[in-house]
């Protein structure tokens, strides 16, 4: 795979019927390795090593319905109180990160209502905090720590 953006971390990985599959310390599964799994899974060592963000607090690939839609996020944090702190938007290092994915990630959030985004290739990361009451978002040099 890819080199990555992000510090080295360690992963487990399995290989069976020649296809590889990466172990999700999340979803405490293998998962078959896409280029965009490759990018969840640096994401959440991120977010736990360096971030020291608490892993039961963190949730990956779930459904949810926007306009009676279901959708798949990448990724989200909770805060104790059940509130969304952090929602992840991971694409495959080929895909360029573009308004769209912004258009993307903000439907999600108009539902989710995260206090922080984080967008991210592997290879470009932005991190955007939210203000609600202007609508819109602010990019941010880093992602904050877990509070």
Same mark, same amino acid.
């Not at 080199?3 to 992963?11: A, D, V």
């Not at 310390?25 to 963000?53: C, G, M, S």
């Not at 495959?92 to 985004?117: C, G, H, M, W």
């Not at 203000?131 to 509070?147: H, R």
């Given at each position: 795979?890819?080199?990555?953006?992000?510090?080295?971390?360690?992963?487990?990985?399995?290989?069976?019927? =020649?296809?590889?599959?990466? !172990?999700?310390?999340?979803?405490?599964?293998?998962?078959?390795?896409?280029?965009? @799994?490759?990018?969840?899974?640096? %994401?959440?060592?991120? $977010? $736990?090593?360096?971030? +020291?963000?608490?892993?039961?607090?963190?949730?990956?690939?779930k459904?949810?319905k926007? +306009?009676?839609?279901?959708?798949?996020?990448?990724?989200?944090? !909770? /805060?104790?109180?059940? @509130?969304?702190?952090?929602?992840?938007?991971?694409?495959?290092?080929? %895909?360029?990160?573009?308004? /769209?994915?912004?258009?993307?990630i903000?439907?999600? =959030? $108009?539902? $989710?209502?995260?206090?922080?985004?984080?967008?991210? =290739?592997?290879? +470009?990361?932005? !991190?955007?905090?939210?203000? !609600?009451? =202007?609508?819109?978002?602010?990019?941010?040099?880093?992602?904050?720590?877990?509070?």
């Amino acid at each position: 795979m890819q080199k990555l953006n992000f510090p080295t971390y360690s992963f487990r990985f399995k290989n069976s019927e =020649n296809k590889v599959s990466i !172990f999700d310390e999340i979803r405490k599964k293998f998962i078959l390795l896409t280029p965009e @799994e490759w990018v969840r899974q640096h %994401v959440i060592h991120f $977010l $736990l090593q360096d971030k +020291n963000y608490p892993k039961s607090y963190i949730n990956v690939e779930k459904l949810i319905k926007i +306009n009676d839609l279901s959708k798949r996020y990448d990724g989200v944090v !909770f /805060q104790p109180n059940g @509130e969304i702190f952090l929602l992840i938007e991971c694409k495959a290092p080929e %895909v360029p990160i573009s308004q /769209q994915t912004f258009d993307q990630i903000a439907r999600y =959030n $108009l539902v $989710l209502k995260a206090k922080y985004l984080m967008v991210t =290739n592997g290879l +470009n990361h932005y !991190f955007c905090q939210m203000d !609600f009451e =202007n609508e819109k978002y602010v990019f941010l040099k880093e992602l904050p720590e877990y509070k």
